[in-house]
């Protein structure tokens, strides 16, 4: 641990890790349908007072989708009251019902085991309250960190959080795989699986979220938060702390300037720094979700099939690795390129993988083509739009204005994600004339490519390099664009 006048990098990486979980459980929450979708449906198609059709079914599978768009709506207002922290506890809470509530809906209301209309709701509001749950920690995560990290450090902190998001998916893809195969030898595993198995792989979620919901009561509340309303004892030893003390008391001086500088509000309105700030953070989080990656990373095993290849969940996983690698690119990367350039290279790189994809759908070309440009568009997001949009809305709003901001922003990305989402497999199955199915697969990727070009182009054009600058700087800088 380093002296006093230097800060602690060890009180620094703890605080930054317990929020770090938050990230995983974003991950390890969106992900664990993945693996108990089929136990599930096999579960309600038992019911005897309705028909669980494939629309109730897709419905299911991404009502946590709405909570999502819930909590990052949330996020704003319990931040702005309740603080950073308790807002993160509040989200780990939810984690933590749903978790035990998906696992056993019945509780209170229904008998246990039996299916029925009356459970598919409750256990729909469940995986609700996990959604939220994901909403809160989506955009309060990046926004702790940001707000504890120094200005050399914050884009690498954040970009971990992006590691985190991937590593709690895998994670979970691992724990549904030891769930089923702990009965492999059993022969009724199929029976266990639709009546219990769905229901551990659920409730597996309770481990780390106990964990989190305890840890966070451990950290402080951000120094910004705390001199934004007027704690300033409080802000001065946490940014002691990480900083060193003679460090800790310029910044504060930094953050109570622009807190009284043209407002002694401790938030203004939301649009009080112009127009540009708020369109740039939604916009970056529009393009994130418009230039196609979830579709990939949703529907890579029917994509891979499509292509030909046929060990397909192979291939599914090889590209998890390569999108744990590449994320680490952008971690160690980050404070040495800087924002801008990582995303103007991945948006490039994505629209030439893109465009491979696309080709190949319309040309005579060897199979490892599109399988190869897939694999290089899904590396481009993971170094570039995957964590480098978290950073960009974690640092990019002034102080007075980033808990409602940040909301908004991260409200839109989940809104575009549901879109893309749920109009890629439409979009991907359009048939025209003599191409056939592939006009839709030519026509999708051409798409999300053009968009890539689109996105490179915003980028250079509106959005501000970042690197170095404290968060009081960037306050500034939209200071002089009102």
Not at 6 to 32: H, M, N, R, W
Not at 309 to 329: A, K, P
Not at 367 to 390: D, E, K, N, Q, T
């Amino acid at each position: 641990m380093r002296s006093n006048d230097q800060g602690s990098p060890a009180y620094l990486f703890g605080i930054v890790l317990v929020a770090v979980i938050g990230g995983l459980l974003f991950g390890y929450d969106t992900a664990v349908i993945s693996g108990a979708e089929r136990g599930l449906q096999a579960f309600f198609q038992s019911a005897g007072d309705f028909v669980y059709s494939d629309g109730w079914h897709g419905f299911t599978t991404s009502s946590a989708l709405i909570g999502c768009i819930i909590g990052a709506l949330l996020s704003g207002i319990l931040a702005s009251r309740l603080g950073r922290k308790k807002s993160l506890f509040v989200a780990g809470i939810l984690f933590f019902l749903s978790a035990l509530g998906s696992y056993y809906p019945e509780f209170l209301f229904f008998e246990k085991g039996a299916a029925s209309k009356g459970l598919l709701v409750a256990f729909n509001c469940y995986r609700v309250l996990g959604g939220i749950g994901v909403g809160l920690a989506s955009a309060l995560c990046p926004m702790y960190i940001a707000e504890v990290a120094p200005a050399s450090k914050r884009g690498k902190l954040v970009s971990w959080n992006q590691f985190a998001i991937i590593f709690g998916q895998l994670v979970v893809y691992f724990v549904n795989f030891l769930i089923i195969k702990s009965h492999a030898s059993d022969p009724n595993v199929v029976a266990w699986t639709n009546a219990i198995g769905w229901r551990v792989m659920f409730v597996s979620e309770a481990v780390p979220a106990g964990l989190f919901a305890l840890l966070i009561l451990l950290v402080p509340e951000t120094p910004r938060y705390l001199a934004i309303h007027g704690q300033d004892e409080k802000a001065l030893a946490v940014l002691t702390k990480i900083n060193g003390a003679e460090r800790a008391g310029e910044i504060l001086q930094e953050i109570k300037a622009t807190v009284s500088s043209g407002s002694d509000k401790k938030q203004e309105k939301l649009f009080a720094y112009g127009f540009l700030v708020v369109f740039i953070g939604c916009m970056l989080s529009v393009f994130q979700q418009v230039i196609g990656i979830n579709a990939v990373l949703y529907f890579a095993p029917r994509i891979f099939e499509s292509m030909g290849v046929s060990n397909n969940m192979l291939f599914t996983v090889i590209m998890g690795v390569i999108n744990i690698s590449f994320t680490l690119v952008a971690v160690f990367t980050v404070e040495k390129l800087g924002r801008k350039p990582l995303l103007i290279t991945g948006s490039l790189g994505m629209a030439l993988g893109a465009l491979g994809v696309a080709l190949s759908n319309v040309t005579t070309l060897p199979a490892v083509v599109p399988v190869i440009s897939i694999m290089l568009y899904s590396a481009c997001f993971m170094f570039s739009w995957g964590p480098i949009c978290w950073v960009y809305i974690s640092e990019l709003f002034p102080n007075t204005i980033r808990s409602q901001a940040t909301a908004i922003a991260v409200a839109f990305q989940w809104i575009f994600n549901f879109i893309v989402s749920s109009t890629f497999v439409p979009m991907y199955n359009m048939k025209l004339g003599a191409m056939g199915d592939s006009f839709g697969h030519f026509f999708a990727y051409a798409l999300y490519g053009l968009i890539c070009v689109v996105a490179a182009v915003f980028v250079w054009r509106l959005v501000p390099e970042t690197k170095g600058k404290t968060l009081e700087e960037m306050t500034a800088l939209w200071r002089g664009h009102k």
